[in-house]
């Protein structure tokens, strides 16, 4: 017989921000003509996953292009729109998540492509869709615990640091 043991050292732990990020939302677009692309902001940060596709991210003050892997995370209250580029339907999941926010310049918001780890990340939100698509008990608690996971994850990326943001309520 064989067999692998692993300790566990609790004094590595990395830790999530002071105050536990909330998962208010999830859900997954793809661009299609009913597209509705006008600027808008929340009263929560967005973390989307770029899944297909390209397009572009169009802020108050700047924009930029996306593609497939990409990450964009914004901050509360900055003015943003996803805009899909003819061709190539952009496709991603997005996150919405109170008491959260990244550093970021005076943007308030961060892109990071995934070059290792995407494929962790997106066994994480795939679950985490069909189980708020389901609404079976405690799937809540289950995308909950699957954020925890993810922002986990993204703390191992170098150009992202997350930290914990006031509480606010969430708007659509």
Known sequence: MSSQYYTISQDELPSL????AKLLSISWAQYSQEW????????????FFVLGGQGSFQLQ???????????VIINSGVLHTELSQSGSPMEYIVLGVDSLEVTADTCGCVQS???TGWDEVISCLR???QEARGELPGHPLICQHLLEVILLRLMRQDNLTLTAAADHRSSP
């Not at 921000?17 to 536990?20: G, L, S, T, V």
Request: aromatic share 10%; no cysteine; net charge positive.
């Open 61 to 71: 003050s700047r924009q930029f292009s996306v593609s497939s892997r990409d990450l």
């Open 127 to 129: 679950p985490m869709l």
């Open 17 to 20: 921000p002071k105050k536990q």
């Open 36 to 47: 509705n692309s006008a600027l808008h902001a929340h009263n929560h940060a967005e973390l």
């Open 113 to 115: 492509h995934f070059y």
